[in-house]
């Protein structure tokens, strides 16, 4: 098995979000999320600017919480399918918060974590499934611990405090195009 630590699809992002996962730690999951910033709107550059530390937190009212704030994603998928990566797989991204798995804790230990351009109640664009399940589909092949049913949401790991990718994503529509 080769190690796929950078998608050669993706446009690789500066980060320094990320650490080493703990020694002999198997990736067994993939966590799917939603982003905009601001909530709703699309096309923007304050996604990226918040993934690689560079967010104005002055630039828009709802950014004062973003002061200080450390996150990252291993991917990204904007609307257009375009995807960003900034974080190699290999390593620990910051993207679950306070989480829990299968009577695990720590996802972000062993998960991956994508997010997409979107909110929980506005449709996901083809290219955006698209890319999600092209990635998906590598990322499974390179991780065989990651199987169908540890393929989740981010409302999945931290119920009550999370719920993305919401409502307006389509589960079936997803595992359909993985198969």
């Known amino acids: ?8 699809t993706a446009q690789r992002r500066p980060c320094t979000f990320f650490d080493d996962r703990p020694d002999g730690e198997e990736i067994s999951l993939l966590v799917i999320h939603n ?3 601001p909530a709703g709107e699309f096309g923007t550059s304050y996604v990226d600017d918040l993934f690689t530390g560079v967010i104005d937190c ?20 904007r609307r257009d399918g375009a995807l960003l990566q900034y974080v190699p797989f290999n390593k620990r991204a910051w993207h679950a918060g306070v989480s829990e798995f299968a009577g695990r804790s720590r996802c972000n230990d062993f998960s991956i974590g994508i997010e997409l351009e979107g909110t929980d109640d506005t449709a996901y664009t083809d290219a955006q499934y698209r890319a999600l399940s092209r990635l998906t589909k590598k990322l499974m092949r ?23 990718p919401g409502a307006a994503f389509e589960w079936q529509r997803f595992f359909d195009l993985i198969k």
């Open 35 to 37: 982003i905009s910033l």
């Open 142 to 164: 390179e991780y065989p611990a990651m199987t169908y049913e540890r393929i989740v949401g981010h409302c999945d790991i931290a119920p009550g405090r999370k719920t993305d």
């Open 1 to 8: 098995m080769s190690e796929l630590f950078w998608s050669d």
């Open 58 to 77: 002055h630039a828009h009212p709802s950014f004062v919480d973003l002061d200080g704030l450390r996150v990252s994603a291993h991917c990204f998928i």
